[in-house]
């Protein structure tokens, strides 16, 4: 099994990519952001490159470690659909090539105009999103399961996000999935707006293209969309090639000069990247690998980290965000950033754990309770829980109740120590401190 992908990503920047028009499609109107340029009225005069459109686009390039290209020239794509009343779309040669990602190779990325949005049902369409600039990031086809697939994009989605040049955090990125099995064409799945989907959609075409091949049928080179919906694929078009676009230079944009003073200006401006804030985790905090690279798996989460690992062990805090906290948050299905409101409340928990006010499982059940919504003062709650546990008094009856296990004792046998220990536990239904109560035996006993 061979995959690669076709990823769009739309850049953030004021303006559209040829024209002034501000960039925020999805808080207007629908057709309120839009101009004789972004809407392609015949011999309407687009603006040059944006060119923080440009740097952004270098940004990806750089973080993947690809070479630039000094000369960029902008192309028409012809096609027709009711989102692009030019007829064609304007895309560039690559900006830059020979990247990589992991395992995965990226042949090339380019900048391109993102269509407007066309609904099939209601035959609407909106412009606004019509001139959005969109990089193109290419892969080789080096991806051989699904699994490595989906690893692929969640690993780019968290370079993106560490890059923070995303314009609608809400769909970070569109991907158009290539998938070849052994015996068949590589086929073309179209417009996935999410990992899931991609995984989905993969998923779905394993069994069509395996389902075909062990019929005795050819799997043919094809465009397919996906139908999100339903969830299946459904063939677009077949036997297409390059040529089918007429692709030719667009003799209203100049071609672009990237000159080496650009690309390192913007090798400069890059933020930490992801790969980078792990290794100085392990070195600065003493992290171990593993426990620092689930931590910077969603950034906003590794920024929480640094925020509080000041006021507390940084080992502790790691283990508490990177174990604790994200096994609640998978549990829940949900990301760091969907309880981000809540982040006070979680180190507050967290701070209370690692003094001994409250114990681990009183721990665990209040952060289960504040993710839930359950908790409004988490001060208070932790208050409650810590007062809650009249340790002294339960040892005491502990103590009582049990005098064969403190004869035990006396006779010197260590592991009566822990058995009265763990009835104090019971008995307070894990709420006390083990720490605490082993003191406060020893000193009853006598030492
Ligand atoms: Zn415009």
């Known amino acids: 099994m061979r995959i690669g992908f076709e990823i769009h990503v739309q850049l953030r920047t004021e303006s559209k990519l040829f024209c002034t028009c501000s960039t925020r499609y999805w808080e207007a109107g629908p057709n309120t952001h839009v101009c004789p340029v972004c809407l392609g009225l015949p011999g309407a005069k687009p603006l040059p490159v944006n060119e923080e459109a440009v740097k952004k686009a270098l940004m990806v390039a750089l973080a993947l470690g690809m070479e630039v290209k000094d000369e960029v020239v902008f192309l028409r794509k012809h096609y027709f659909y009711p ?46 999103r019509s001139g959005v600039t969109l990089v193109e990031i290419v892969t080789e086809p080096d991806m051989e399961s699904i699994e490595e697939a989906e690893e692929f994009l969640e690993t780019l989605h968290q370079l993106l996000t560490y890059l923070d040049i995303v314009l609608n955090p809400s769909v970070v990125f569109r991907v158009d999935a290539n998938i070849s099995l052994e015996g068949g064409e590589r086929v073309e799945v179209k417009n996935i707006n999410s990992i899931e989907g991609v995984k989905r959609a993969l998923k779905y075409e394993v069994l069509r293209q395996k389902r075909l091949l062990a019929m005795g049928k050819k799997v043919e080179r094809e465009t397919r969309h996906w139908d999100e919906a339903r969830g299946v694929t459904v063939s677009l078009r077949t036997k297409e090639t390059e040529e089918d676009y007429r692709y030719m230079p667009d003799p209203d944009i100049p071609p672009l000069k990237v000159t080496g003073e650009m690309v390192e200006e913007v090798r400069r401006s890059l933020p930490e990247l992801p790969w980078e804030r792990e290794r100085r985790y392990v070195e600065t905090f003493s992290i171990d690998p593993s426990t620092a690279h689930a931590l910077i798996k969603e950034k906003e989460l590794a920024d929480f980290f640094e925020e509080h690992v000041q006021e507390i062990s940084p080992k502790f805090w790691a283990d508490f965000l990177s174990d604790r906290l994200r096994g609640e948050l998978n549990y829940r299905g949900i990301r760091f950033s969907d309880v981000k409101d809540k982040k006070d409340g979680i180190f507050l928990v967290a701070r209370a754990w690692h003094d001994g006010r409250i114990t681990k499982e009183v721990a665990v059940e209040l952060l289960r309770d504040l993710l839930d919504g359950k908790v409004e003062d988490v001060e208070r709650a932790i208050q409650e829980a810590a007062a809650g546990v009249d340790e002294e008094k339960v040892v005491e009856e502990v103590l009582r109740d049990l005098p064969e296990v403190v004869e035990d004792y006396r006779k010197g046998k260590k592991n009566a120590l822990n058995r009265l220990v763990g009835e104090v536990m019971k008995r307070t239904r894990g709420r006390a401190n083990a720490r605490r109560v082993k003191e406060i035996l020893l000193r009853r006993l006598g030492g």
């Open 83 to 128: 989102d692009l009343p030019s007829g064609y779309q304007r895309t560039s040669t690559p900006i830059a090539v020979n990247g990589r990602l992991g395992k995965v190779r990226i042949r090339e990325i380019h900048i391109e105009e993102d269509p407007g949005r066309y609904e099939l049902r209601s035959g609407l369409v909106d412009f606004n």
